[in-house]
């Protein structure tokens, strides 16, 4: 396994449209987040899945946000009529909960650009 | 709600130089985690921090947390053109949910 993979890589859409990223965590890894980070900005928590049950959503996710992972491997986050504001980068990572820590480990991103 | 600043925001230096990037942050925390992010990249892991007093070294960098101060630094030794990147420090406060809360990224550009 190379890592965390993200796909697509880019993502332009007009206003109003609905657009799925795709996040392939580490094969053993529990746990997944999703970030977003804006130009020149650090990432900002979104949500969080350990196995499958999303167990925290930030206030930043509004109701055109949602992310799942059925089965406890890949998750999907799903921005629904779209705004320029989305505009971002998306970033998934995933981690192994040891005994009181953890590394999150980044994938590529997903580069959304909203017209 | 949990802060985390970092300074300097930009920082050009010249190669063989010394510098020292600072984090601080708001709220208690013993979990301080530093991240590098080439331009158009993801995040790479650096260092993970854990208690306080806590010193990790890897080649030219070095990370140091003071908890009672709320206080992470990383210090950069003899700087080459391949560290430049955008450094970004990172705070959990949660056990059992460890969510990070970033600073803004210190953007360090090493000159010849």
């Known amino acids: 396994d190379t890592g965390v993979s993200q796909n697509p890589r880019h993502k332009i859409t007009k206003r109003g449209q609905n657009v799925t990223f795709r996040c392939d965590p580490i094969s053993e890894h529990n746990r997944l987040y999703w970030y977003r980070q804006t130009l020149g900005q650090g990432p900002e928590f979104l949500t969080y899945f350990q196995n499958e049950a999303q167990l925290e959503k930030s206030r930043l996710l509004s109701d055109r946000f949602s992310a799942e992972r059925p089965k406890g491997s890949f998750s999907t986050l799903e921005i629904q009529r779209t705004e320029q504001g989305d505009s971002a980068m998306y970033l998934c990572?995933?981690?192994?909960?040891?005994?009181?820590?953890?590394?999150?480990?980044f994938g590529p991103g997903t580069r959304l650009l909203v017209l | 709600e949990l802060k985390v600043e970092q300074n300097p925001l930009f920082l050009s230096m010249q190669e063989g130089k010394n510098y020292t990037i600072y984090c601080n942050y708001s709220t208690t925390s013993d979990r301080l985690y530093w991240y590098r992010q080439d331009p158009g990249k993801s995040l790479e892991s650096l260092f993970v921090l854990l208690s306080n007093g806590a010193v990790k070294q890897e080649g030219r960098l070095m990370a140091s947390l003071d908890t009672k101060a709320r206080l992470s630094t990383l210090h950069i030794t003899a700087a080459v053109h391949d560290l430049s990147a955008t450094y970004f420090c990172a705070v959990d406060i949660n056990f059992g949910n460890e969510k990070l809360t970033f600073g803004t990224g210190t953007r360090l550009t090493i000159i010849p």
């Open positions: 990572a995933s981690s192994y909960m040891r005994d009181s820590w953890e590394t999150q480990y």
